[in-house]
């Protein structure tokens, strides 16, 4: 029942002040030129869409309609060593040398304004706060609502609207300090989590499960051959889907690959990377709310049977803010102890499933 188990929300109005525009004089001009090019090419008008709006639309929501068992909290800023577990000074200190500028830092479109650092410190640090939480048994699960995210951003780079890779952050943080020895990251957007791929690639302390678009989807990394390397190999799992994959593909690979692969290493603590990008509304892999429900309950039994529960959850992309809203909603309701529905084939989107409605009218096999 909704209620019998506690969520601690992480959030801070701070994360809102990243806010890029695209009408403004962007460093360095080389890079600027590139980005209006791939601009242009597009046919419509173009806003950054990693805005602070989609953080709002979370919280309205869930004032809106609030949830029992779930308590909402601000965790304060990552520290520069904190951050640098998992990103190079040369990285970190480029980055806070941005601090009150605009720039662009990556031709991907990965841009900050005056306020993105304080905001992207208060993501890691978020992220930190989550895992301790749930680590010190303050909460049963608890779910970093933060911007901007991290996946894609590796340890020498931002990219991919990324700056920080919050999910590491908060991972390598469970490892320097609370005592964590193994660590299974769950990566569920749309997107492959390249950057946490590369952070904990030769590491055999950390699991990193990664089920994403196949290429050549952004970033076009993730194929299933890459098994991590030295004594980390074995240690990435990538299973790359296609565009339509759906709730099904994903619980299969959830049920066939995740749960025996987290049967193995044994973990005793679990992040998950949650996008929401995943959403049948929102760029690919056809998802409905009932499946982001299903493999939330999937990866809080995995917690239950493991390690007593301890789940954290961080928030990375999600661009259809109705289905990145009520995604989340979604989310917590089951973590604070909601019932799941079953899964039935919910086809691809509606225009085809109307398609094969229309074929299925056509030939009736009964
Ligand atoms: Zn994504």
């Given at each position: 029942m909704i209620g019998d188990r506690s969520v601690t929300v992480f959030y801070d109005e701070?994360?809102?002040?990243h806010n890029p525009q695209v009408d403004l004089p962007y460093l360095p001009s080389r890079v600027e030129k590139r980005v209006r090019t791939i601009l242009e090419g597009l046919d419509f008008k173009w806003s950054?869409?990693?805005?602070p709006g989609r953080l709002t639309a979370i919280m309205d929501l869930l004032k809106e309609q609030p949830i029992a068992g779930v308590q909402i909290k601000a965790g304060p800023h990552a520290t520069y060593n904190q951050l640098a577990r998992v990103h190079t000074s040369a990285h970190l200190d480029h980055l806070f040398s941005l601090e009150g500028q605009r720039a662009w830092?990556?031709?991907?479109t990965t841009a900050v304004s005056p306020d993105s650092i304080k905001a992207a410190t208060s993501a890691a640090g978020n992220a930190i706060a989550a895992v301790e939480a749930v680590v010190k048994g303050e909460c049963q699960s608890a779910f970093a609502?933060?911007?901007?995210?991290?996946?894609?951003?590796?340890p020498v780079r931002s990219r991919g609207f990324c700056l920080f890779n919050n999910v590491a952050v908060a991972a390598a943080h469970a490892q320097a300090k609370?005592?964590?020895?193994r660590i299974l990251i769950v990566d569920w957007d749309a997107h492959h989590g390249n950057g946490t791929q590369d952070i904990f690639w030769?590491?055999?302390d950390v699991l990193f499960f990664d089920i994403h678009c196949a290429a050549?989807?952004?970033?076009g990394s993730g194929k299933?051959?890459?098994?991590?390397?030295?004594?980390?190999?074995?240690y990435t799992v990538n299973v790359p889907v296609p565009g339509d994959a759906g709730d099904l593909a994903f619980e299969k690979a959830f049920q066939d690959i995740l749960i025996p692969a987290a049967e193995r290493f044994e973990p005793d603590l679990i992040l998950v990377s949650a996008g929401?990008?995943?959403?049948?509304?929102?760029?690919?892999?056809?998802?409905?709310y009932d499946g982001f429900a299903v493999l939330t309950r999937m990866a809080q039994d995995i917690a239950d049977r493991?390690?007593?529960?301890?789940l954290a959850m961080v928030l990375e992309g999600g661009y259809n803010l109705t289905a990145l809203s009520r995604g989340v909603h979604t989310v917590l309701e089951v973590l604070a102890g909601g019932d799941v529905p079953e899964l039935v084939?919910?086809?691809?989107?509606e225009v085809m499933t109307a398609a094969e409605f229309h074929r299925d009218a056509f030939t009736d096999d009964d």
């Open positions: 701070v994360m809102l002040g950054y869409p990693e805005h830092l990556d031709r991907d609502l933060v911007r901007p995210p991290g996946h894609h951003a590796e609370l005592g964590c020895k030769a590491d055999p050549p989807f952004y970033p299933l051959e890459d098994v991590g390397a030295g004594l980390g190999e074995g929401f990008d995943p959403h049948r509304n929102d760029m690919a892999l056809n998802l409905t493991h390690c007593d529960g301890k084939e919910c086809g691809l989107p």
